[in-house]
C-alpha cells in the first residue's frame, strides 16, 4: 500500500499540511514524526514511498536526505521556508526529488506532493528563481543518486507542452486543465528548465520534434 510520511518538527504545520492533503483526497498519508530519531523508528516499521522532509527544520539536516536516498526506494520532497543558495545546492545534491517553499499556493504544494509521489520531480517557482538567480547549474551537481537528475517531462507537463506549442495562453491553459494560472506557470518554469531553454519558440520547436502537435498546423497556418 502506497504511503506518505510528514517529517517536520513544526507539529502545527504537520497537522495542518496533512489535513490538507486528505482534503484534496491524498489519504495515503500515514503519519508524522518531529526529529530524526522518530523518523528512522518509523522506518523500521513502515515503508513510505515518499516523505515530505523540512531538513533545515530542528533535528533534521542534509543528511537526513542522504540517508533516506541511500535506501534506493524512498523519494524525498522537501518542503521548507529556506531557499539559499547554498542549502539548495546540499538539498539538491543530497537527492531530493522535489523543492517547494512552505509559502507557495497550496495547491502547488498539493501538485507537488501528487508529481513527487507518482515518481516525478517538482521544484516550485520560487525554488526555480532561486535556481537561476544563484546560477546553479544543475548537471555539474554530483548528485548522489544519478537517477534523480533525470529530466523526463510528466503526462502533465506533456500536456502544458501542446497546449503552449497550439498557441494557448497560461489563463486558457489554466481553464483547459483545471488548475490555477500559476500552477501553469510553475509548469512553464519547469519545462524550460528540463528543456534547456528560455523561450516560448524553442518549446514549439520541441513539440514538433517531439510529435507533440502537427508540423503542418504551422506550415498551413494563416498569415496574419
Do not use: W
Not at 94 to 123: M, N, P, S, T, W
Amino acid at each position: 500500500m502506497s504511503q506518505i510520511l510528514i517529517a517536520d518538527s513544526n507539529q502545527l504545520v504537520a497537522c495542518g499540511l496533512q489535513a490538507t492533503l486528505r482534503s484534496h483526497g491524498l489519504n495515503e498519508v500515514v503519519g508524522q514524526v518531529r526529529n530524526e530519531e522518530e523518523l528512522f523508528g518509523f522506518l523500521s516499521s513502515f515503508s513510505p514511498d515518499l516523505v515530505i522532509l523540512d531538513f533545515v527544520a530542528e533535528g533534521f539536516s542534509v543528511e537526513t536526505v542522504v540517508r533516506l536516498k541511500a535506501s534506493g526506494r524512498i523519494r524525498v520532497l522537501a518542503l521548507t521556508n529556506n531557499q539559499r543558495g547554498s542549502t539548495l545546492v546540499h538539498a539538491l545534491r543530497a537527492g531530493v526529488d522535489g523543492y517547494v517553499k512552505k509559502d507557495c499556493d497550496l495547491q502547488e504544494i498539493v501538485e507537488a506532493v501528487r508529481e513527487v509521489h507518482c515518481g516525478r520531480k517538482f521544484f516550485c517557482s520560487q525554488i526555480l528563481d532561486a535556481i537561476k538567480r544563484e546560477g546553479i547549474n544543475l548537471d555539474s551537481l554530483d548528485v548522489i543518486d544519478p537517477s534523480c537528475a533525470g529530466v523526463s517531462l510528466s503526462k502533465r507537463e506533456l500536456e502544458v507542452i501542446r497546449l503552449i506549442a497550439e498557441g494557448f495562453t497560461n489563463p486558457q491553459i489554466s481553464e483547459k486543465l483545471f488548475v490555477s494560472p500559476h500552477t501553469v506557470t510553475t509548469h512553464r518554469r519547469n519545462i524550460l528548465q528540463k528543456l534547456g531553454v528560455n523561450n516560448t519558440a524553442s518549446v514549439v520547436l520541441y513539440a514538433v520534434q517531439a510529435g507533440l502537435v502537427s508540423p503542418n498546423k504551422f506550415l498551413f497556418a494563416p498569415e496574419h
